[in-house]
């Protein structure tokens, strides 16, 4: 864990209070996000981004035929695990990064896990009763320099966007009996549904600057130095109309009610403009490789990186 001087903390948060970072931004402002999609071939979909400065995510989506569950016969699910590379940073080695791994994955699967994830869980569905589609998402963090839950989000909504899943069909056998079998077609296979409303996380930071007394938001995406000079953060879920679909606060600092109000508000115009530019990128890149397929040109895979 990096240690800051006084001097080191009052650049900081008087560059805050300035609304001009040690990087250029603004408080608002991004970092530069890149991403590609697809490139995991084993998965169903996957996608990795990188924020600048060094944030690395890469995610990959696997789906599995299992039982449904007693008390939701009718639907399927999503099931979320975040891992970070012991490589990323030295905050990840040793037994902190269990907890470190659990905090992520809790924060993803409350989002994600439930109706507010924007995925319609009923289609999942395959026999009622009987098998449904479980939906894997496994993000891995490669590299860390802050703000890392923002591009779990943005990640997990371009794999999600990537992911297709195989078409099944269903035989009534009688007596309340069925089968299925599913199609190996990858042509037949099927795009989520409601994918285009599964929310992105937007992560605000309250840093009080001591010589003027005041407290400033400061958002986008911060840095590990920045993360330091923090005395409360808020994740907020948004999705394309603006709905909030999940909040979680971190660090030990409290958040007046009227800053919450305006965290809320804040997160809700920026998650919003966020993921209009990440499905225009993403749109974008698939009819790029459309196009290519259909004029029988080769598809290459990077992994690393096509730019936003």
Request: one cysteine or more.
């Amino acid at each position: 864990m990096p240690y800051l001087s006084q001097a080191e903390r009052d650049y900081i948060t008087e560059g805050v209070h300035s609304d001009l970072r040690a990087d250029g931004r603004g408080r608002l402002d991004y970092r530069a996000l890149v991403l590609e999609t697809g490139i995991i071939s084993q998965a169903n979909g996957s996608a990795r981004v990188r924020l600048g400065g060094g944030t690395d995510v890469l995610v990959g989506v696997k789906v599995e035929i299992d039982q449904v569950e007693p008390d939701a016969a009718d639907i399927g699910k999503v099931v979320c695990n975040v891992e970070c590379s012991p490589s990323a940073s030295q905050q990840f080695e040793g037994h902190g990064a269990d907890d470190l791994n659990n905090e992520l994955t809790q924060a993803l699967q409350r989002v994600l896990g439930g109706p507010q994830c924007g995925i319609n869980f009923e289609k999942l569905c395959i026999i009622k009763g009987q098998q449904c589609w479980i939906v894997y998402i496994d993000a891995m963090i490669l590299d860390y320099s802050g703000n890392v839950m923002d591009a779990i989000f943005i990640a997990t909504k371009a794999a999600l966007f990537n992911t297709r899943i195989p078409k099944t069909q269903i035989q009534d056998m009688g007596d309340g009996e069925f089968e299925f079998e599913v199609l190996d077609d990858v042509e037949d296979a099927e795009r989520l549904e409601g994918v285009e409303n599964v929310p992105v996380g937007v992560t605000l930071n309250k840093v009080w600057t001591v010589m003027t007394g005041s407290t400033k938001l400061n958002k986008e995406h911060a840095t590990p130095l920045e993360e330091l000079c923090t005395e409360a953060k808020l994740l907020i879920a948004v999705n394309k109309d603006g709905k909030v679909c999940g909040i979680q606060k971190g660090a030990d600092g409290s958040i007046e009610p009227g800053l919450m109000s305006e965290m809320i508000q804040t997160a809700k115009r920026v998650g919003q403009s966020l993921i209009r530019q990440l499905d225009q990128s993403l749109h974008n890149e698939e009819a790029q490789v459309e196009e290519k397929r259909r004029n029988g040109e080769h598809v290459e895979k990077l992994g690393f990186f096509a730019v936003v």
